[in-house]
């Protein structure tokens, strides 16, 4: 007996992307990356040729980022997939790719049924395969460009007994050098998964999931230093009387000798020597799927998510007490544990309606605290090892109830007509902020204000409404709307970062604190009214889509320079309304067996509304500028043809130019980026089956352009060090077979 069908097909405002789409892509590449460039609509960015930098890895999904995207794996709320991800777990630590069986997402508004408190847009759904009938294994080896090396093994049990007990256990390791500087980026994951049928009535499903990333990271830049300093400017390391120079100039407010009109002294601050993060994720869950009566399905999610790490970066405006050196290493050591649990109903009311309602509730903890660690005269301290004598500098701690309650019906108007009409409540309360300030009593490592900042927020709303309307009609074709409320709650991150209600506020002379205070009388969650209209053709021959969206965008939040003139300082407000209108076309030929060829075109036009915003002693006007960090314009062509157990992919995206400021005086250059994908299946060979080589190269032509950001956007002018160079051509090649 099933009860649950994972449906991987696209419909409505829901678009899909199945298991073989994701094989013709270099193995272990990001389910994200691969979603972006098959989809309209949506963007994909980092540093990498695998898109598996935490820190860079930048996803938009119609205007919106992958911190504002509601994302779930079989039905496991994964929250936030950004970086120093304090909510959930991104999707490469969470699952080996291989074990991805298809994604869908939600370009509308967001299904009701994911369980998530930052779906401000759309949502993506991942879905696992289960272990297989018939015992075996698979097993994969790819090598590549900087000594790139990633091994994958699978083990299925197959059926083990009469009940109908299987699982399967899976290992991958990903390791490249970084393509500039020093270090090196090392990727381990481990998934296991247990099904046991319970008779004719349903399943027990339980999964292990763990991961360790130990990456050296890439250094962000200025517009500025990528462009005078080259494509392969980053972390000074391991030239170490190069990097006590520049942190010695950093501090004098000067600029080392040959680098005058060319550098500015903030830009020499922002070298370091070295930058690296270590992360450990486990992920546990046990899913019941039971058939209570013959026209009501029950789905119980319990799952604990625990993460910790180091993450390390040479601090060049820091003093080394003993040695006098002119920086240190600071390390934030994150700790995350998320307790929850999911329950859903699906029941069957009659031919016409389908009723699907549910809860969701999670704790989660989450305590950051930032230690400074010594560098020596001759040598740096490691900054992937040894943090068992450091200063704590401060400490985070934050602890969030969150509770969401949704109910939907779907109503079959006609055998192929549907409509939906449904809502979702939620409620989550942040407590939290600095439990500890140890600033004063450190001025002999030359520490500065460190932003502490205490107190509670609630966001909260009871209904958030969601309409659908569904129609297939003369066998092709499909028309379709959506419209939907979303709410936000609120970040809460370390102080050290700004863009969050606790983070980055005030000044040595206006504290955070009274900042806080002041904010919370007046800081509501941020909200969204989505609308969506549709068509879809699907043919033998030809598929084809077209889709215009809108959203009006309220209560904006954004980190901003507020106060008066001669008392600014740095707070977090609502900076206004947004609008965005968007168009996105998709076309798919299939001129005769084995060759695909689709293209799409996407249109987005999101621009501020507020003409008041209070910046730096004064106020300015945005009204009319288009949102920051999203294209306005991407094409993508994608070819596919398959002869025989011969397959080719040629997939092409064209980014146009993105603003980095919210004034618009500054953008990010367009770019055109490719790559080429080919593979052979020998079939069975001996013992192996479906023996397959694979041949890739990433960033075909080679193109020097930004991908991923991270970080708060500026309000004018080329001063934030948030971008990232992407990777170079890189080759690579890999064989696997079953067994």
Known sequence: MTVRVARTGSHGAVQAVSRETMDHFVSGTSPMQILALTTPGANFAS??????????????????NQTQLGVSLDGIPMGGQGFHNWNGLGVDQMEIQENISGMQMS???????????????????????????????????????????????????????SSGTKFYAAYARTAQDLWKGYGDQQEQQANFKLVQPIGE???????????????????????????????????????????????AAAQAGTVPAGLE???????????????????????????????????????????????????????????????????????????????????????????????????????????????????????PHSSIADFKNGTEWWGDSFNTNTFQFYLQDTYHILREMT???????????????????????????????????????????????????????????????DIAENMRAYDYAAQSGSGTAWGGLGTSTNSAQAV??????????????????????????????????????????????????????????????????????MGAIRPFKGLEITNSFSWNNATYESNNIPYGGTTISIKGKHQVYYPKFMYKANLTYTWHQASFNFNTTYTSARY????????????????????????????ARNLKTTFGVTNLFNRNYIGGVYGAASVSGDDNANLFVAAPRQFFGSVSAQF
Do not use: C
């Open 47 to 64: 540093d990498d040729a695998f898109g598996l930098d935490t820190v860079a890895n930048t996803l938009y999904v119609r205007g919106f």
């Open 107 to 161: 370009q509308g508004a967001g299904a009701l049924d994911v369980p998530s408190a930052q779906t401000l847009g759309g949502a993506i759904t991942f879905d696992t395969s289960d272990p297989l009938n018939k015992a075996g294994g698979q097993i994969s080896q790819l090598f590549g460009s900087n000594n790139g090396f990633r091994t994958f093994a699978r083990v299925d049990s197959g059926v083990l007994n």
């Open 201 to 247: 009535h349903g399943k027990i499903t339980a999964i292990f999931d763990y991961s360790n990333f130990e990456q050296y990271n890439y250094l962000s830049l200025t517009k500025n230093m990528w462009q005078k300093m080259g494509r392969n400017t980053t972390y000074l390391k391991p030239n170490y009387a190069l990097a006590k120079e520049y942190a």
């Open 261 to 379: 009109g060319i550098l500015s002294t903030d830009e020499v601050g922002d070298y370091a020597y070295d930058g690296t993060q270590t992360q450990r994720n486990y992920l546990s869950a046990v899913t019941g799927e039971f058939r209570l009566f013959p026209n009501v399905t029950s789905k119980t999610i319990a799952y604990g998510h625990v993460s910790n790490g180091d993450y390390s970066a040479t601090n060049p405006f820091l003093i080394s007490p003993t040695s006098q050196v002119p920086m240190a290493m600071e390390t934030g050591h994150p700790d995350v544990r998320r307790l929850g649990l999911v329950q859903n109903f699906d029941i069957h009311a009659g031919s016409k309606n389908d009723i699907k309602t549910g809860v969701w509730y999670e704790n989660d903890r989450f305590n950051y605290p930032m230690y400074m660690y010594e560098d020596g005269v001759n040598y």
């Open 419 to 481: 409509v939906t009409a449904g809502l979702r409540s939620m409620l989550q309360t942040t407590h939290g902020g600095t439990s500890v300030d140890n600033s004063a009593s450190l001025s002999d490592w030359g520490v500065y204000y460190s932003h502490p900042a205490s107190g509670s927020l609630t966001a909260s709303s009871a209904f958030l409404p969601h309409f659908n309307f569904d129609y297939h009609f003369l066998n092709n074709h499909e028309f379709y709307f």
């Open 516 to 585: 806080f205070n002041a904010n919370k009388n007046t800081l509501r969650p941020e909200r969204t009214w989505n609308y969506v209209v549709g068509y879809r053709f699907n043919s033998h021959f030809f598929s084809g889509s077209a889709d215009f969206y809108h959203t009006d965008y309220y209560n904006r939040l954004a980190a901003i320079t507020a106060g008066s003139t001669g008392n600014t300082y740095s707070s977090f407000i609502n900076v206004g309304r947004e609008t965005m209108n968007g168009a996105d076309v």
């Open 660 to 687: 980095m400021t919210y004034t618009n005086d500054e953008k990010i250059p367009a770019y055109w980026t490719s790559n080429l994908n080919a593979s052979y299946n020998f079939g069975k060979i001996g013992f």
